[in-house]
């Protein structure tokens, strides 16, 4: 059965202090590399792209920018890539969270289905027992417990938010709003929101997604209808009725990001959630960058990204920050 989140009641909806003012945080998905068009593997565990991952910390703390690094199995099981990390968080901004990849965290009980490389489609006791041990080692390997989590494929389930709140993890996220992984036995985000919101003593950051465009108020709801049409998404795209941007530089073009942004700053949105993943930064390693020429397009987003965030006085906030502000 499809995974819908409840939408949260207005009691739910987290209520930033004045103080806190508009800002923006960066989770990064960091992770192993795979060819994302063939199945998932547990044997897929290279981490080389991690070599290029100092170079991209040192631009965004150049900029004063923390980065919410959500580490996995294969990143936390090879030293080399811890060491790069206990180095990035040495920034005393920057700090490391959870990932879990299903598919390639122990323990393995049989080979997992499409459907089950979402975590929260798991039984109970595994999906517990695969988190319980990422979590211990991620806290063995930098001497602090995790306190932020995302589920691969954004693969969050019923019993989510209980197992992380029992870990004593204080953030989720793993929501997509406007993203519906249905198809392939993933949880819809469809009709999900942008705002943050409490559940069960954790809050979940959902990755920001905006409607732009004319028909924009239709959100969600219209988006979804509009994908039983043929070629009704991109219609309305291109006649500015209705878009979804996702902010991330990852087959986002700067353009319609920069659009996104002033339509939720106008809207009321206070926190930003923007996300790349770690491969990125190496060219060949995702369908988003592929060469030389769109590494360069990759980093002018983010450079023309936190220009704009500049302008707009939409300061970065780190993770400790936002639970300074969430009390």
């Not at 508009?22 to 991690?50: G, I, Y």
Request: charge should be neutral.
């Amino acid at each position: 059965m499809t995974y819908r989140p409840p939408q949260p009641t207005e009691a739910q909806r987290v209520i930033w202090p004045d103080e806190f003012g508009t800002r923006f945080t960066v989770f990064v998905d960091v992770e192993e590399e795979f060819d994302w068009r063939a199945p998932l593997s547990p044997r897929n565990r290279a981490t080389t792209a991690m070599a290029a991952f100092p170079d991209a910390h040192r631009r965004f703390a150049d900029r004063g920018v923390a980065l919410n690094c959500m580490i996995d199995h294969p990143i936390v099981t090879d030293p080399a890539s811890v060491a790069i990390l206990s180095r990035v968080v040495e920034d005393g901004r920057s700090e490391i969270g959870t990932q879990l990849h299903a598919w390639v965290n122990p323990p393995f009980e049989a080979p997992l289905a499409a459907a089950e490389s979402y975590a929260g489609n798991l039984p109970l006791a595994l999906e517990a027992a695969k988190l319980e041990t990422l979590t211990t080692m991620i806290a063995a390997a930098f001497g602090t417990s995790p306190r932020a989590y995302r589920a691969g494929r954004y693969g969050i389930g019923p019993n989510s938010f209980e197992l992380l709140a029992s870990l004593d993890y204080r953030i989720d996220s793993s929501v997509r709003p406007g993203y519906d992984y249905s198809a392939d036995g993933g949880p819809d985000f469809t009709m999900a929101k942008a705002a943050a919101f409490r559940s069960g003593g954790i809050v979940e950051l959902p990755l920001t997604t905006v409607f732009t465009g004319h028909a924009r108020r239709g959100g969600g709801g219209l988006y979804r209808a509009l994908g039983h049409v043929p070629n009704a998404r991109g219609l309305f795209a291109r006649a500015r009725l209705l878009s979804r941007i996702a902010l991330t530089p990852e087959d986002m073009p700067i353009a319609a990001a920069l659009e996104a942004v002033a339509v939720a700053a106008g809207e009321g949105l206070r926190l930003f959630n923007l996300s790349f993943h770690s491969p990125s930064l190496m060219p060949g390693h995702t369908p988003y960058v592929r060469d030389a020429a769109d590494l360069r397009r990759f980093h002018h987003w983010w450079t023309t990204m936190l220009n704009a965030f500049d302008r707009r006085g939409i300061c970065n906030a780190s993770l400790d920050e936002i639970l300074t502000a969430l009390g």
